[in-house]
């Protein structure tokens, strides 16, 4: 088992390894009932009661009703009082009305600050939809919505399961919107007719009503049949909300308010009483509101919500005088569609209003029958008690049906009321319900492959002598070792399986059918990995003086990685954790900045004092060659650039709305300096790309070529879609999809060229060689008279060329890496990319410790690596930040998905999303592996580095999935799990996603050149001897 | 870091410390008092600057005092030369405290008078002391690490308070993005107050040592605490 932390590619297997677990993580993490999307029909209905027939249509049937629903936001259950609402709470007070009291969902975010221009506008939309979405969500299609529901339609935010609106328009009814224009893009196409407002000026509360009342009186009108021309209204009014927002719940502005909405359902049911159909008319408040004005919380102000039930022809309330009743939004659905005459919302798991059912018993047992069945339907397990009461009520009915005593109907109604709460109760619980198990068992992995991945990487930080295999070691049998993991396995397995047991989970990992079983054993068998790697680690770090050589940025920069995990447990540091790293960034910044000032000012003061005195010390001579005075003013100018930058995109959430530099140049006033901002960034690219191209082989005329011309793509690309000017008109007509689908192949033919060049199948072309071609074999010296290597010793310089070819290949990864990503960017952004590359090489100089370090030392490989390694990860996090991300899903680009596609098809979108988005990242861990090839200076060296940085990367990356993890499970249920904590957990699988592609790259280009060496050494080789 | 050898100057370390911790706690009290402690940012809170540049002086005026004979004669000569230089070299530092302010995150088009107000309380806590004990040729040294100051007692003290003064400043900073919604959050009472607090903090530690020192040759055992604050001063 000792060849496994010794195996250069273990931290790459573990990295796979946590992902899995951290899928299993997201399973148990999203509410495991997915909707169904089942779409109702007439002809669900049941026509039997326990083999007695029944016609359902005529059973079902409600007449001819006109149904308005009046959402006011904000509406708390304590403003509906003859105080607030004379009228209504007249018509309460004399039962035409039934008032109940609803328990809302809790909604997910508090409305944003918006003043924005309107760039940001999409972001805020976006934001008010999720807002708007649980409450209306519930409403119209009764079933409770999960993350995934939010989560899976992002971008386009529509309902695509059933929901009130669709089995209405199926049915042909006509249906109105007047309100905030949510509900048109929540429904789209299921309108009959609709004025939707946008309301982004919270200090509106007069304007966005009367936008609502303005259509109230012609929706009321009649025509001749004295029959209103819709089935079905909603009027939604935002003043409220606004108000609350603005001057809290006891502001002065609320009481005219109500009284202005009070007036308003006055009209209404003044209006419907002309009508010669029933009118019903409900008002509910989709969610309340804090004393202090804001909602988001889940404390009884802010849930508790009035539902008014007004109908006319007389109905009276059946209810006694008082609060009323508690009904569930869910209940909205079923009623209203019924009252429409349709079929039920697939998904609803609601009951009908009880006042709203008829008096005759035959009908409101089939009502209740109907609804009780419809839950019954959604996967309920039968053995439970709420299951057999509904099987025992279905009896009754059966038996008042073809008896008539009023006895059975009676206890049938009973039983079905009884029923139909449990259902509900368990619906609603088992959609929001998490898999704890699956949960603690992620946890627990991902822990063991931490602590695994800690002794891999503690282990790589050994000198080579202390690494070397002992003999004792390689005496060991290997099936002496292969049995005890067997062991270790089995036990594992039966920890769990006793696990399961104990804590009497209902969770599918401990179903035991052969699926998840699969799934069962292999936990079991990573865990026993993960533990005899663990156990080696312990058994075999001996060693580590190599970290004692650490100096003050290294510390400052392990413990800022470290921190950075725990600053999780605040949620503003989840929503603002770009200001986590750009305090971060500064604080390196200036602590290197000190040191550079001293270190120069030091050289110049010895140099001044006395020539001699630095020729005694050449170290300090030695220390400034590596970089030149130069560097202090570089890095000011580096941090000048980044202060810049920062101010490039606002983000996170609370100062999201503040305008920033990108406004500024998305204005069309200054699109001079916008096209200044690609042209600058393209072609700064370029000249990286050509200058990396020195690493590359021999014909590297041919490479600049291909990269001017990858570059000229990029400039066709940006004319095509009019981010840039040209004064050649037919420029602009060129196809883009056509340009970008040029440019891949152009970056292809690169990659292809370069390894043709190396297997030299241009020679037999006739091409002469230059004499500096890295990739030939020589024999580079005669070692014949040292013994001791004479044996071993490679004659021809295989290992050289190789390096070169990792070199070589790492630096087109990097180029080409850097063109796509240009390609993505918007336009504002694509200084982002140039801008990494110049951080990242000015970094990896000034983070010398031969520069830095006051004593010079001998060995600092090792905590070299370390602190460019965790320097890149904090460059590619600021950058992931200043490009205009955040945690929340609000400011995913969806616009770069399309680049270059002309129709949308998942994968290619996806991978454009995520590479655009972890742009930063990317360029800053490509950026490393350059900087490693590039300055190892033997093969050995090459692969000991890259294991070192590998094992790095892969334990920040888990390490900060085990603590977030962690902090997901212990804030499961707090209020922002949806809106902060839920999104945050997306970006961290789509970041390790990612991180193990980068990873494997690195891989596959190592890969790539044992390969190639392998068969230059079985032809060409022999050939050339 | 302190030696106990030097009597006098030990005195007079803890005698300037202690003026500081009574002084710098009771204008703030004060403006607090006052309901001024928010308005600390704006040009109208200039007489705090004003005030704390006098106690400083007149601390600065008895660490001085009868320092050695050799520096007071030098003293006399070209004494309007040095406060031009002086002046010039404050000046120029608060300048370098702005600029630096601002690339590390400061608001770049507006807020520069409060931007101003804070690399003067910098140059002031953190500078001013240093170059009036010392000069500016001696100070500038130090800056840059070419002299080393560990021997002298009083400007270990010096460095000491500016080293917190920064440190304070720039951890003030983490309690901006913070969504409390308190008045206190705007920029740059944070920093501001993080640098006063920095600057107390230094001298509270200087006393607390001093005492603690000098009840150590009678209590043993309090060598312990002693060596605990040693380890807060950073003495590179």
Redesign the interface.
């Known amino acids: 088992m000792l060849s496994w932390i010794q195996h250069k590619w273990t931290g790459l297997w573990l990295l796979m390894l946590a992902l899995a677990g951290l899928s299993l993580f997201l399973y148990g993490f999203f509410p495991l009932k997915y909707h169904s999307g089942k779409l109702g029909h007439m002809d669900d209905l049941p026509n039997y009661i326990e083999g007695v027939s029944i016609d359902s249509h005529e059973v079902y049937n409600s007449g001819e009703n006109s149904v308005v629903l009046m959402v006011i936001d904000g509406l708390r259950y304590d403003f509906v009082t003859e105080e607030y609402m004379p009228y209504t709470g007249q018509l309460i007070k004399n039962k035409s009305a039934c008032i109940y009291v609803s328990v809302a969902e809790p909604p997910t975010v508090t409305m944003p600050r918006i003043k924005s221009p309107q760039r940001k506008k999409e972001k805020a939309q976006w934001r008010r939809t999720i807002n708007f979405w649980r409450d209306i969500f519930a409403m119209m299609t009764g079933s409770v919505s999960t993350f995934a529901d939010v989560a899976l339609n992002f971008g386009a935010p529509a309902v695509r399961g059933d929901s009130v609106l669709r089995v209405a328009a199926a049915r042909g009814r006509r249906t109105i919107l007047y309100g905030d224009d949510t509900w048109v893009r929540l429904f789209p196409g299921l309108w009959t007719e609709h004025d939707g407002t946008t309301s982004f000026f919270v200090t509106d509360y007069t304007e966005v009503d009367n936008n609502v009342t303005r259509h109230l009186d012609t929706a009321l009108e009649t025509d001749d049949d004295k029959k209103p021309k819709f089935d079905f209204l909603v009027l939604h009014y935002l003043g409220l909300d606004h108000i609350g927002h603005l001057e809290g719940a006891r502001s002065p502005k609320i009481k005219p308010k109500l009284i202005e909405m009070d007036e308003v359902i006055k009209k209404i049911h003044q209006g419907m009483m002309k009508w010669d159909r029933k009118g019903v008319l409900l008002v509910c408040g989709d969610h309340g509101m804090r004393e202090a004005g804001g909602h988001g919380g889940s404390s009884p102000a802010e849930v508790l919500v009035p539902l008014v039930v007004l109908q006319t022809q007389g109905v009276q309330c059946p209810h006694p005088l008082g609060t009323g009743p508690t009904v569930e939004q869910v209940d909205i659905a079923p009623s209203i569609a019924w009252l429409l005459n349709a079929p039920i919302p697939g998904d609803s798991s609601g009951k009908i209003l009880p006042s709203l059912l008829p008096t005759d018993i035959r009908q409101h047992l089939y009502l209740l029958h109907v609804t009780a069945s419809h839950n019954a339907k959604q996967g309920l397990p039968t053995d439970t008690e709420f299951f057999k009461q509904f099987k025992r009520a279905e009896a009754q009915f059966a038996r008042y049906l073809s008896t008539g005593q009023d006895s059975a109907a009676k206890i049938a109604k009973e039983f079905y009321e009884e029923s139909l709460i449990a259902m509900s109760k368990y619906l609603t619980g088992n959609s929001t319900d998490f898999d704890v198990f699956a949960l603690g068992i992620a946890t627990v992995l991902l822990y063991f492959v931490v602590t695994a991945l800690l002794c891999v990487t503690l282990y790589s930080f050994q000198e080579e002598n202390c690494r070397k295999i002992s003999i004792t070691d390689r005496h060991k049998t290997s099936i002496g070792s292969l049995v005890a993991f067997a062991i270790v396995a089995i036990i594992m397995a039966i920890i769990l399986t006793v696990v399961c047991f104990i804590s009497e989970t209902k969770s599918q990992l401990c179903s035991f059918n052969p699926l998840w079983s699969i799934a069962f054993l292999s936990i079991a068998f990573a865990l026993a990995v993960t533990y005899v790697l663990v156990k080696t680690g312990v058994e075999k770090i001996k060693d580590l003086s190599t970290l004692r050589e650490l100096n003050a940025i290294d510390y400052l920069l392990i413990v800022g990685t470290l921190f950075h995990s725990w600053s999780f447990f605040g949620t503003s540091f989840i929503e603002e954790e770009h200001m986590t790293w750009y305090f971060f960034w500064n604080t390196l910044m200036c602590f290197v900045l000190a040191r550079t000032i001293v270190v120069v000012v030091l050289y110049f003061s010895k140099r001044w004092s006395g020539a001699t005195e630095v020729q005694e010390k050449p170290e300090l001579e030695n220390r400034m060659s590596v970089v030149g005075i130069g560097i202090v003013p570089q890095w000011v100018l580096l941090i000048a650039l980044h202060r810049y930058l920062r101010t490039m995109n606002q983000t996170g959430d609370r100062w999201l709305f503040l305008p920033d530099t990108a406004d500024w140049l998305n204005a069309p006033e200054n699109s001079f300096y916008l096209q200044g901002h690609i042209v600058v960034g393209t072609l700064t690219t370029l000249g990286i790309c050509i200058w990396n191209g020195r690493h590359m082989n021999n014909y590297i005329h041919i490479h600049s070529l291909l990269t001017i011309l990858a570059t000229a793509c990029i400039l066709c690309y940006r004319i095509s879609t009019d981010a840039l000017y040209t004064p050649i008109a037919t420029l602009r007509t060129w196809d883009s999809v056509a340009i970008v689908n040029v440019f891949w192949w152009i970056l292809i033919f690169q990659v292809i060229f370069e390894i043709l060049t190396y297997i030299g199948s241009f020679r037999p072309c006739g091409i002469k060689l230059p004499v500096s071609n890295k990739f030939t074999y020589n024999k580079p010296k005669e070692k014949s008279e040292d013994y001791f290597y004479d044996q071993m010793e490679e004659p021809w310089n295989v290992d050289d060329v190789r390096l070169n070819l990792a070199r070589s290949l790492s630096h087109i990864m990097y180029n080409q890496l850097m063109l796509v990503i240009v390609l993505l960017m918007r336009p504002h952004n694509v200084v982002m990319v140039p801008s990494v590359y110049i951080t990242c090489v000015i970094t990896s100089k000034c983070l010398d410790h031969k520069l830095l370090d006051a004593r010079p030392s001998r060995n600092v490989d090792v905590v070299d690596i370390i602190g460019r390694t965790l320097v890149h990860v904090w460059i590619g996090y600021v950058f992931f930040f200043y490009q205009g991300n955040s945690n929340s899903l609000a400011s995913v680009d969806l616009g770069s998905g399309y680049v270059g596609l002309a129709e949308y098809s998942p994968v290619p979108v996806a991978a454009r999303m995520g590479l655009h988005a972890y742009a930063g990242p990317a360029l800053a861990g490509a950026a490393i592996f350059c900087y490693v090839a590039e300055v190892s200076y033997t093969w050995q060296k090459y692969l000991q580095a890259v294991w070192r940085v590998t094992n790095i990367l892969a334990l920040q990356r888990v390490y900060q999935l085990v603590m977030y993890c962690l902090i997901a499970i212990i804030f499961r249920h707090h209020l922002f799990v949806w809106s902060v904590f839920s999104p945050k957990l997306l970006y961290d699988f789509v970041a390790t996603v990612f991180s193990l592609q980068a990873l494997l790259t690195i891989a596959e280009i190592i890969l790539l050149t044992h390969l190639t060496s392998w068969l230059a050494k079985t032809i060409t080789y022999k050939r050339i001897s | 870091m302190f030696s106990l050898n030097d009597h006098l100057e030990l005195r007079r370390v803890t005698v300037s410390s202690l003026v500081t911790c009574v002084y710098l706690p009771s204008i703030i009290t004060v403006i607090s008092y006052k309901g001024l402690l928010y308005s600390v940012g704006k040009a109208s809170s200039f007489y705090i600057l004003a005030l704390i540049f006098v106690a400083e002086l007149l601390k600065s005026f008895y660490l001085n005092s009868q320092n050695d004979i050799q520096q007071k004669k030098s003293k006399g000569k070209t004494k309007t030369g040095d406060l031009v230089k002086a002046f010039c070299f404050l000046l120029g530092i608060t300048f370098c405290f702005f600029i630096g302010i ?4 400061a608001p ?1 088009l507006d807020n520069h008078e409060e931007t101003l107000m804070l690399s003067c309380l910098l140059t002031l806590l953190a500078l001013f002391p240093l170059v009036a004990h010392i000069g500016v040729e001696m100070a500038m040294q130090l800056l ?3 002299k080393s100051f560990t021997r002298d007692t009083i400007i270990a003290m010096l460095v000491n308070n500016a080293v917190f003064t920064l440190c304070g400043a ?1 951890l003030g ?2 309690v ?4 409390w919604n308190t008045p206190w959050q705007v920029w740059p009472i944070p920093c501001y107050l993080g640098a006063v607090g920095g600057y107390l903090l230094a001298n509270v530690l200087t006393v607390l040592k001093v005492s603690l020192m000098s009840a150590s040759t009678k209590y043993k055992y309090l060598n312990f605490f002693v060596n605990i604050l040693n380890k807060f001063h950073i003495s590179k």
């Open positions: 601002i690339l590390f995150g770049f840059f690490g070419v720039w900073a983490v901006i993005p913070l969504d």
